[in-house]
């Protein structure tokens, strides 16, 4: 069918099967690019021949053995260079017969870079933990973005860079309360854990992505949505003992002897 098109750096199988396969046995495989006739990948003799394909694939092309048995003798591509563009005919010898096919590829180099963050704002209370989202997705590797950059807009505020594969915070009201998720950064995920919420932090967060000489950015609206249950039980417990501290001076101040303005009974009678 057409050609499979597919983002440089990424991974592409090419289809190969067959619908008979009377026996494994003299099965020859042979993957190769056209034109060049470059040998990209040869199954013989019941394994790979890895001394016989090109260099350039080497480590990038796999063929799997364990697909033999349900006829099919696909390969995937790893790591796609633009290089890669063209023609790769698969043909299956075996025994007597041979039969081939032709995969095209198309590697799509076209530059981008989006930055999305969360369309809905997120809504947190004081003292919580909070994620602002940003995903990345771009023909460059996170690993080789120029900046990262987290901001607050709405007061021009540095929350967090990230240069040189490494996070740095220099603002003093977030430094050490914010921090990227090192583990999802390989993903382009450049998410923002913010901890400990407080009332100031309230407003729009921008994730400013700079790479290839390109930018891109999306905004994250942080709403605050007042306490939270801990929060509350404090103020009630403060409320409920201001209210007893309140109580229990009005209690000595009417038992006190010199102000006589709480006590009743005291009445004059004439007969
Ligand atoms: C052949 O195997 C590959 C790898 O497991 C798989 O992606 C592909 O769908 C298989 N093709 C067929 C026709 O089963
Ligand atoms: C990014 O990572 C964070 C933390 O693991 C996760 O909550 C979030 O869903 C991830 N975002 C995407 C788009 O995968």
């Given at each position: 069918s057409g050609p499979l098109v597919a983002p440089l750096g990424s991974s592409v199988v090419l289809p190969c099967s067959v619908?008979?396969?009377?026996?494994?046995?003299?099965l020859e495989v042979e993957w190769r690019k056209t034109?060049?006739?470059?040998?990209v990948h040869l199954y013989q003799d019941g394994e790979s021949r890895a001394e016989a394909q090109q260099q350039d694939y080497h480590n990038r092309a796999h063929f799997f053995t364990e697909e033999i048995q349900h006829k099919n003798f696909s390969l995937r591509l790893d790591d796609?260079?633009?290089?890669?563009e063209g023609l790769y005919k698969c043909t299956v010898y075996s025994q007597q017969e041979s039969g081939e096919t032709v995969v095209q590829i198309k590697v799509d180099n076209v530059e981008r870079l989006l930055v999305s963050g969360s369309s809905r704002s997120i809504s947190a209370s004081v003292g919580e933990d909070v994620t602002l989202n940003c995903s990345v997705d771009s023909h460059?590797?996170?690993?080789?973005?120029?900046e990262v950059s987290w901001k607050k807009?709405?007061?021009?505020?540095?929350?967090l860079l990230y240069q040189n594969n490494e996070a740095h915070s220099s603002n003093e009201r977030y430094i050490d309360r914010v921090e990227l998720f090192t583990a999802e950064i390989p993903k382009g995920n450049f998410s923002l854990r913010l901890k400990?919420?407080?009332?100031?932090?309230?407003g729009v967060y921008m994730c400013e992505v700079f790479a290839g000489g390109l930018s891109a950015n999306a905004t994250v609206v942080l709403e605050q949505l007042g306490f939270s249950a801990s929060h509350i039980m404090v103020l009630i417990l403060c409320i409920s003992a201001s209210g007893s501290a309140l109580l229990l001076c009005c209690l000595i101040y009417c038992r006190s002897?010199?102000?006589?303005?709480?006590?009743?009974?005291k009445y004059s009678y004439q007969p």
């Open positions: 619908d008979e396969l009377l026996s494994v046995e003299g034109g060049s006739e470059t040998l796609l260079r633009a290089e890669d460059i590797p996170p690993e080789d973005f120029e807009i709405d007061e021009d505020i540095q929350v400990s919420i407080r009332t100031e932090d309230k002897p010199t102000k006589g303005m709480c006590i009743t009974g």
